[in-house]
């Protein structure tokens, strides 16, 4: 069976196609839309699927409107588009770097965000509008800090990886530091969104990250190509003409802004950005960053997640932080495992 085809089409334009890794796509969108219309269905008045899609289509009664579109249906796009810019960032950090364990949770972008969020939460008692705003300037500024301490004519993955567990281990005591010097109300706020939590995303939520993912995707989807090319090292990548330091800036910079702008608006949801990549990868068996198909596999992982924890616990009982933490925790473990059990750590 062949796994590659090439279409043609006229002007003598032609495309490379994955049909594995493209059936991989299809499948995992399909699977990312199941899971939501079952998620929109799930709460205290539960909804049949097909309801749901009836009044997602403008067929449902006033009441199954008002909770679909304005109470459910926010919540399910800002996990999905969160998700997707998790799963897309973390393949970008990874591909750059050059190791499965270049990932924002372990580059110290979410313990950025959160160091922003904590100003703005403990020092300025400030809104839900400043705090996310804060959470995007911490991690663009903690991404920036990163980048800068790792530039030696140009940056490297490992050392990028290096700078990035310091500066984790910095912010994480700045942190601490906040935390301890807050009152108890502000500590207990602070840490509700430190979890990561889906619960009152609203349409406030969806807009700035569905404009985001509207800009970033198709940018960083078009210099897939050069992104292929670091993987096989500067030199190559220079004698194959890509301008290296510019497309890893390039990437970088959408890589921090995705994540960031995620951790902004659900706050640090942990490990997805670590595992989506690597099961994309083992679904397509394809080489290379696999961009879209680690996006479509954040997206489903989030919802899933989000509706496991309200099956198991309850709505709003159990945030969707809790539940990725521990599958990651167990992913990360397992790779942790099977890296040296390669020889590759």
């Given at each position: 069976m062949?796994?590659?085809r090439?279409l ?5 334009l ?10 991989v796509?299809v499948?995992?969108l399909?699977?990312a ?11 205290d008045?539960?909804i049949?699927a ?8 403008g067929?449902?009664?006033?009441g ?16 999905l ?15 750059v770097t ?9 580059l110290g ?9 904590l100003?703005m939460?403990v020092?300025?008692s400030?809104s ?10 911490g ?13 030696k004519r ?10 990035g567990?310091?500066v984790?281990a910095?912010v ?5 530091y906040l ?11 602070a ?11 609203d ?6 990250l ?17 992104l ?10 220079n ?12 990437l ?9 702008t995620?951790?902004a ?7 997805v ?10 679904l397509?068996?394809?080489?290379g ?6 996006l479509?596999?954040g997206?489903a ?8 924890s ?5 709505a709003?009982?159990?945030p969707?932080?809790v ?8 992913y990360l ?6 890296e040296?059990?390669a020889?590759?750590?």
């Amino acid at each position: 069976m062949k796994t590659h085809r090439v279409l043609r089409a006229p002007g003598g334009l032609s495309l490379r196609l994955d049909v594995r890794a493209a059936t991989v796509v299809v499948l995992l969108l399909l699977a990312a839309l199941a899971a939501s219309v079952v998620l929109i269905g799930t709460g205290d008045f539960p909804i049949p699927a097909g309801d749901v899609v009836r009044t997602l289509l403008g067929d449902g009664n006033a009441g199954q409107e008002f909770i679909v579109n304005e109470l459910r249906l926010p919540r399910v796009l800002v996990g999905l588009l969160v998700g997707a810019s998790l799963g897309l960032g973390g393949a970008l950090f990874q591909a750059v770097t050059r190791n499965p364990l270049g990932s924002p949770d372990v580059l110290g972008l979410g313990q950025g965000a959160t160091a922003g969020a904590l100003v703005m939460i403990v020092l300025f008692s400030g809104s839900a509008a400043q705090v996310t705003l804060g959470a995007l300037v911490g991690g663009l500024a903690t991404g920036l800090a990163i980048y800068l301490l790792a530039w030696k004519r140009g940056v490297h993955g490992y050392r990028l990886v290096l700078v990035g567990i310091g500066v984790s281990a910095i912010v994480t005591a700045v942190n601490g530091y906040l935390l301890t010097v807050s009152d108890i109300v502000d500590a207990a706020r602070a840490l509700v969104w430190m979890t990561g939590s889906l619960n009152g995303r609203d349409w406030d939520q969806v807009w700035p990250l569905l404009a985001l993912c509207a800009v970033l995707v198709p940018l960083v989807l078009a210099n897939g190509r050069g992104l292929r090319m670091l993987e096989m090292g500067d030199d190559v990548s220079n004698a194959l003409g890509v301008r290296v330091e510019r497309v890893r800036a390039l990437l970088l910079v959408a890589a921090v802004l995705l994540v960031a702008t995620a951790t902004a608006a659900a706050g640090p949801v942990g490990f997805v950005s670590l595992t989506a990549p690597q099961l994309a990868r083992r679904l397509t068996r394809s080489p290379g960053p696999n961009l879209l198909p680690s996006l479509c596999m954040g997206a489903a992982l989030l919802v899933t997640a989000d509706w496991a924890s309200q099956r198991a616990f309850g709505a709003d009982q159990l945030p969707v932080g809790v539940v990725t933490g521990v599958l990651g925790g167990v992913y990360l473990l397992w790779l942790l495992v099977a890296e040296r059990r390669a020889g590759r750590i």
